[in-house]
């Protein structure tokens, strides 16, 4: 998703907090600013925007799936996944 994101909190270059529970509250962040942004968008009658910032409202769903399907990190373990690296948002500039 190489585009301009519709609203701050959907901006995919923001860094993934670490928590399990500020990730989701991030993601939810991003799923209800873009349902917002859609539902404007299509009262404007845009509906092409509205149907871009629908498929980025998408991707956010599906990171709110599979965020709430991760495990609790176990408090012994050192090992915790990196989202920045999964996503695709590495240093690799």
Same mark, same amino acid.
Request: aromatic letters at 6%; one cysteine or more; glycine letters at 8%.
């Given at each position: 998703?190489?585009?301009?994101?519709?609203?701050?909190?959907?901006?995919?270059?923001?860094?993934?907090?670490?928590?399990?529970?500020?990730?989701?509250?991030?993601?939810? $962040? =991003? %799923?209800?600013? !873009?349902?917002? *942004?859609?539902?404007?968008?299509?009262?404007?009658? +845009? &509906?092409?925007? /509205?149907?871009?910032?629908?498929?980025?409202?998408?991707?956010?769903?599906?990171? $709110? =799936? %599979?965020?709430? !399907?991760?495990? *609790?990190?176990?408090?012994?373990?050192?090992?915790? +996944? &990196?989202?920045? /690296?999964?996503?695709?948002?590495?240093?690799?500039?």
């Amino acid at each position: 998703m190489n585009r301009v994101p519709f609203t701050a909190t959907s901006d995919l270059r923001a860094p993934m907090p670490d928590g399990p529970g500020a990730r989701l509250d991030r993601v939810h $962040a =991003a %799923v209800a600013s !873009l349902a917002a *942004e859609e539902r404007r968008l299509a009262r404007l009658g +845009l &509906d092409d925007a /509205a149907r871009r910032c629908r498929g980025q409202r998408r991707y956010w769903e599906f990171l $709110a =799936a %599979v965020f709430t !399907l991760e495990p *609790e990190p176990d408090p012994g373990s050192a090992t915790a +996944l &990196d989202w920045d /690296a999964l996503l695709g948002r590495g240093d690799a500039a």
